[in-house]
C-alpha cells in the first residue's frame, strides 16, 4: 500500500506524544548556533561536541521533522528557508526554555534558603547540634529552625508540612512516613550516688525495675516507648517529664531512678552525679532514624543534613 498524505517519506504522523514530534533543546541549541556562526564545525565547537555528532544531531533533526534545515558546503553551512523558519521558532523555544530555568532555580532558591528541622529531644540536644553546625560550614545562606518534641510530634510536623526532616528515637517509624536508620543507641538505669540502687551488688533485675515508680518522660516520647515494651509495662510514674534534661536534672537531685539514653549522661557519670544500675536480662537498645513523608525524600539543605548524619 502506498503512504497516504501526511505519511510521506520523513514525516511524522499527527498526534502521540510532543516529546516525539519536537526535536530537544539541545538539536535546537545547535541549530541556532549554526545559523550564528554559518559553520557547523563552530558550532560543534562551541557546544562542546563533536562535528559527525553535530552532523548526526542536524541529520535526525531532518528526518524527525521532514525537511532539510542545513545546506552544506566546503564554503560552510547555510540555512535552508526552512531552517531559517525553524531557526525563528527555536529561538523562542529556547527563550522560553531559558525563562523556565530561571524560575526553577527560583524556587531552588526558595527551598534552599530555610530548613525546618522536628527532632525527638534526645537527638535534638545531643546530636542536633553537631550537625548542625556542619550544615552551616556547608550552607551559611540557610536559615535553620529546630522543633524539638517528643516522636509522636514530630510525626504530626512532618505530616502537616511544617517540618522538612524529622528525627525520632521509638521502636517503631510513624504511620506515613519513610525513614533511614542513622545511629543507634542504649538506655541505661540511673540513680544520684545516694540512692540504694547505687550500693546494690547484684544486677537490678527487670521485675523490679518494671515495677519501681521511676522519673519518665511523656507518653508519645521515644525513651518511654522502648522501656514500656522492654519491660512489658511501667509502674505509676513518680514524677513525669517533657525533656530528657528535665528528667536527668531531677535523677542528679536524687529524686529518684530514671532511664536515659547513654547519649544524655556522659558527664553526669563521669563526674559521678549519677551512677549507672547494671541490668539483668533487659536489653534497653533502639535505632535512631530520620524520617520524612512517604514519597517525600529529602531534597537540597534536608538530604545534605541526612548525609552528615551518616558521617
Excluded at 529556547?94 to 534526645?122: H, I, K, P, W, Y
Excluded at 528528667?247 to 557519670?269: D, I
Aim: aromatic content about 2%; overall charge positive.
Amino acid at each position: 500500500m502506498g503512504k497516504t498524505e501526511g505519511q510521506a517519506e520523513g514525516r511524522s504522523a499527527p498526534g502521540g506524544s510532543l516529546a516525539h514530534r519536537v526535536p530537544d533543546l539541545g538539536a535546537l541549541e545547535l541549530l541556532l548556533a549554526v545559523a550564528r556562526l554559518g559553520s557547523l564545525g563552530g558550532a560543534a565547537r562551541e557546544l562542546g561536541i563533536t562535528q559527525p555528532a553535530a552532523s548526526s544531531r542536524i541529520r535526525s533533526m531532518e528526518r524527525q521533522l521532514g525537511v532539510a534545515l542545513v545546506d552544506r558546503s566546503p564554503r560552510g553551512s547555510r540555512l535552508t528557508d526552512a531552517g531559517a523558519l525553524v531557526t525563528d521558532w527555536a529561538g523562542r523555544i529556547v527563550e522560553a526554555a531559558a525563562a523556565f530555568d530561571v524560575g526553577a532555580q527560583a524556587l531552588r532558591d526558595r527551598r534552599d534558603s530555610r530548613l525546618r528541622v522536628a527532632a525527638s529531644m534526645t537527638i535534638a540536644e545531643y546530636l542536633l547540634p553537631g550537625w548542625l553546625l556542619a550544615l552551616r560550614a556547608q550552607r551559611p545562606d540557610t536559615a535553620v529552625s529546630l522543633l524539638a518534641g517528643n516522636s509522636a510530634a514530630v510525626a504530626e510536623r512532618l505530616l502537616a508540612d511544617e517540618a522538612d526532616l524529622g528525627f525520632v528515637e521509638g521502636l517503631t517509624v510513624p504511620p506515613g512516613l519513610d525513614s533511614a536508620v542513622i545511629a543507634h543507641d542504649r538506655l541505661i538505669v540511673v540513680t544520684a550516688p545516694a540512692h540504694p540502687w547505687a550500693r546494690r551488688r547484684r544486677p537490678l533485675a527487670g521485675d523490679e525495675l518494671a515495677t519501681t515508680p521511676l522519673i519518665l518522660r511523656e507518653k508519645g516520647s521515644g525513651t518511654r516507648q522502648v522501656l514500656d515494651v522492654a519491660l512489658g509495662g511501667l509502674a505509676r510514674p513518680l514524677i513525669e517529664l517533657s525533656s530528657t534534661t528535665a528528667v536527668k536534672a531531677a535523677a542528679v537531685s536524687g529524686a529518684g531512678p530514671a532511664v536515659l539514653s547513654e547519649l544524655a549522661v556522659g558527664e553526669e557519670l563521669a563526674m559521678r552525679r549519677l551512677v549507672s544500675i547494671p541490668l539483668d536480662g533487659v536489653r534497653l537498645h533502639r535505632s535512631l532514624r530520620a524520617v520524612w513523608p512517604v514519597g517525600h525524600r529529602p531534597t537540597g539543605p534536608a538530604r545534605e543534613l541526612l548525609s552528615l548524619t551518616r558521617g
